[in-house]
């Protein structure tokens, strides 16, 4: 599994270097940089500070959808209340998720959104899991670097595990999972009942491996089913 750190529309090249530092110093290498030039100028690799390869090596997209084409699993950092459209994990949470997914998830996303508003709606959407850092009310909010930081401490030790050999990992399982559950619905004439839908899908974004192959097992068996 390799975690790939998103930051969508940083505005400011120190906040970009704070995060590559961040990332060098609990082994993680890939940084996505969106719709920002940040990562180029000087104050970020003066901030970076002995992990200016990082900054070298950032590659930049137009839009977060271009960003996360390749991904597996994306996770999005908000500090909104939790949204109806995603399962919500918790930093401690969220580690134990993706360790069950080590052995056969290859590219996870990380999303930071901008310094000051954060991710848009719509770019919410895109995740499968939201996550946050819990925060006494009314505290100032973390800053780009330190929520960087924070999470990659938290999932540093993915790093640590020992590596199993992969299981042949199905190119976008889980956006293939998605499509035969709204197919289902069409079916059944259920695709207007929105809180079944949104439960569905929420909850399709944290099922392990095994349960996940059993869905499949039993959608192809009803799809079955409803052609004859």
């Not at 080590?102 to 954060?118: C, H, I, K, Y």
């Not at 780009?144 to 595990?161: E, I, K, R, T």
């Not at 293939?176 to 619905?185: G, H, N, T």
């Not at 839908?197 to 079955?224: C, F, N, P, S, Y």
Request: hydrophobic content about 45%; some cysteine; overall charge negative.
């Amino acid at each position: 599994m390799q975690l790939h750190i998103i930051l969508v529309s940083p505005a400011r090249p120190e906040n970009v270097g704070a995060a590559a530092r961040a990332m060098k110093t609990m082994g993680f290498a890939s940084l996505r940089i969106v719709d920002s030039q940040a990562h180029l100028q000087p104050e970020a690799g003066w901030v970076a500070h002995g992990s200016g390869e990082i900054l070298q090596n950032a590659r930049h997209f137009d839009s977060l959808k271009a960003a996360l084409a390749d991904m597996d699993f994306t996770i999005a950092t908000t500090a909104r209340s939790r949204a109806r459209f995603h399962y919500y994990c918790t930093p401690q949470e969220l580690e134990s998720q993706l360790a069950e997914r080590q052995s056969w998830t290859r590219n996870v996303a990380l999303v930071f959104g901008r310094e000051d508003s954060g991710l848009t709606n719509e770019e919410l959407e895109l995740a499968d899991v939201l996550t946050g850092v819990p925060m006494v009310a009314d505290y100032p909010s973390l800053n780009l670097g330190q929520a960087v930081m924070v999470f990659c401490y938290q999932l540093s030790s993915l790093n640590q595990l020992a590596q199993k050999q992969p299981l042949p990992a199905e190119a976008g399982q889980l956006e293939a999972l998605r499509a035969r559950v709204s197919r289902l619905l069409v079916n059944l004439d259920a695709q207007d009942d929105q809180k079944l839908a949104d439960w569905l899908q929420q909850r399709l974004g944290v099922l392990e491996q095994r349960d996940a192959a059993m869905l499949h097992t039993l959608l192809h068996d009803i799809e079955k089913k409803f052609a004859n």
